[in-house]
Structures are given as C-alpha cells and as structure tokens.
C-alpha cells in the first residue's frame, strides 16, 4: 500500500458574467517515493455560454522519477469543451479534453472524455450527496485507448464553506505501469471566498 497526498491550491476569479479565470498550483507527496514527487503551476481560463463551457489551460508540470529522483518538465497546454445540465436534484456533465504533454518523448497528444453525476440527496445538514464519474484516455501516438479512471463516492457538506468528499476510485491502464490502481481517497474542499 502506498500512501499518497494530493495538495491543490485554486484561486478563482470571475471578471465578467462569462468569464472566470484559476490560477492552480498542485503538489504530491508519497510515502515511497522521491518528494515532491509531482508539482504543478497553471492558469485555466474558462468561458461559459448556456449549458456549455470552453476551457483553455496551460500548465507547468515537474515530475520527479521514482526510480532515479531526476526531474521530467513537462508544458501541458489543454483546451476542453463541457456540457452540463441539471434535473432537479441531478446534475450530470460530459467534458471532452485535447491536451499535449510538451517535454516527454514525442510530445504525445491525448484525449479525455469523462463523463460525471452529482446527486444533491434531500435531507438534513450533513447528508451526504452522491457523485460518479468515469474518464477515459486516448493516446494519439500509440493510437489506441490507454487508461480508464472510474470513481464513485459521497460529498458531506460540513458548512456552506466546507465540504468533505470521500471515494474509490479504479483506473486501469492498457499501455503502461502500474497496469491497476485502487484509491481510496478523501477530499477536503474549503472555499476561503466566503
């Protein structure tokens, strides 16, 4: 069992009704692995019309190799396109994703579809909410579907400015290592906007 701790920093701002622009920055931390074995910087500009949303992004990636601690530097600029729409209680959404991993041999391209659920469950503070999603990679250099990253969990709401998502997520690999992963993750968002 590896022990891993994902850290993301977002600091979001809408400067007109449309657009929003997020500053990211995310680090990763693992019990047996060189640390910080992953950071990452980027900005995501986001325009929304109606039910859908373009989104550009540009992200500075440093991976560090669990084998060697060498360091990869890799540009990943992505452009997505998302639909969303909402039945009451029910919110789904399908976000198709081009992105380019500049740095690693080849420059590859790939493509994630991933289509997601939310459920807002009626109930008392505190009940939890429901979601599912499930993404799939397409590597254009390989031609060939080369991951599935399914997960399933529930979302507490704590406050109006905390929430606390606990899942499981499998992700299966066709090209590549580890060819299976089994999550269990926990998920701690604060919103400090409020």
Do not use: C
């Amino acid at each position: 069992m590896d022990n891993q701790l994902w850290d993301e920093l977002d600091a979001s701002y809408q400067f007109a009704p449309e657009w929003s622009a997020t500053a990211i920055v995310t680090t990763r931390l693992g019990d047996d692995l060189p640390n910080p074995t992953l950071t990452a910087a980027g900005l995501q500009v986001d325009y929304r019309i109606g039910n859908w949303t373009a989104t550009g992004t540009g992200y500075y990636v440093s991976i560090r190799s669990a084998e060697s601690g060498a360091r990869t530097a890799i540009w990943l600029p992505a452009a997505a396109l998302t639909y969303a729409i909402a039945f009451g209680p029910v919110a789904l959404s399908d976000r198709n994703r081009v992105e380019q991993l500049e740095g690693l041999p080849g420059s590859p391209i790939r493509y994630r579809n991933r289509a997601s659920s939310y459920w807002r469950l009626p109930g008392a503070h505190g009940w939890p909410d429901v979601f599912a999603a499930d993404e799939v990679f397409y590597d254009f250099a390989t031609d060939r579907w080369t991951r599935n990253r399914a997960q399933a969990g529930v979302q507490f709401r704590l406050a109006p400015n905390t929430r606390l998502q606990t899942f499981y997520m499998l992700q299966k690999n066709t090209h590549g290592a580890p060819e299976r992963l089994n999550v269990l993750g926990l998920t701690l968002e604060l919103d400090i906007t409020r």
